[in-house]
């Protein structure tokens, strides 16, 4: 099987000079497959001490470790142990002189029954960030649809409370309706004879709805007493109730 790779491992080393010294480091790691790995990389000149677990810990230059040994790899900053000393909690001090920084591209979070790699961190974060981009499509398009439903139900509430009325009978002048009806309810409609002014009390004010001229209000009084009596018309647009103290 052949590879392409098309992003590198870069690394990021301190000098070790005072204007760019090492970087003194005490870490606690627990021993796991043999292995612990070191947040940076450790100077080899210092080397690294292990301590812990009542027992004096000795590094071995290479080949297996026995019990009480461990190996360093420099390079990768990985330090190895016995298989017995799995589970051991340990602490690590060492002069840090930098990292190796490894592309999302090359660590592997899936293998498959031939150790294949199959998945990458890469690969995870593209189809997390293909998930979030979809799912932050699906929440924004359901706010518009529920801020159209609100509009749409504002508007027929509004549709409903603008075309509710109650007749009562008409009043000589617009200050003749404080006196006439000095305790209105909500939806109460009256005509005012001289400018011939439709007004709806809307539960804080007298509001002007409509003008209609004397003929137009009693044609439309008769024709609604003619087919409804008193009591209330509903067309299914339009709801007014027709006081019979009018007439």
């Not at 589970?87 to 190796?100: A, N, P, R, V, W």
């Not at 909500?186 to 002014?197: A, E, F, L, Q, S």
């Not at 439709?198 to 439309?220: E, G």
């Amino acid at each position: 099987m052949s590879f392409e790779f098309h992003n590198s491992i870069i690394t990021k080393r301190r000098m070790g000079t005072s204007e760019d010294p090492f970087l003194s480091l005490s870490e606690e790691h627990t021993i796991t497959k043999s292995t612990v790995q070191l947040s940076e990389i450790p100077d080899s000149f210092e080397k690294v001490t292990v301590s812990g677990n009542s027992t004096t810990w000795i590094e071995q230059t290479s080949g297996a470790p026995s019990e009480n040994n461990y190996v360093v790899d420099y390079d990768i900053n990985l330090v190895t142990f016995h298989s017995s000393r799995n589970g051991l909690q340990l602490q690590f001090d060492f002069k840090g002189t930098g990292m190796h920084y490894i592309p999302s591209s090359m660590i592997y979070s899936q293998l498959d029954e031939n150790n294949n790699v199959v998945e990458t961190i890469q690969t995870v974060a593209e189809t997390t960030s293909i998930i979030l981009e979809s799912e932050n499509t699906r929440i924004n398009n359901e706010n518009i649809r529920l801020q159209q439903e609100a509009l749409r139900v504002s508007g027929y509430v509004d549709m409903i409370n603008t075309s509710k009325m109650i007749l009562k009978a008409s009043v000589s002048t617009y200050s003749a309706l404080a006196t006439t009806y000095p305790n209105p309810l909500i939806y109460w409609t009256v005509r005012v004879i001289d400018t011939g002014k439709l007004y709806r009390f809307d539960d804080v004010d007298w509001v002007w709805i409509d003008t209609l001229n004397i003929s137009i209000y009693d044609i439309l009084l008769e024709q609604l007493v003619g087919d409804f009596d008193c009591g209330i018309f509903n067309d299914g647009n339009t709801e007014i109730t027709i006081d019979c103290g009018i007439f």
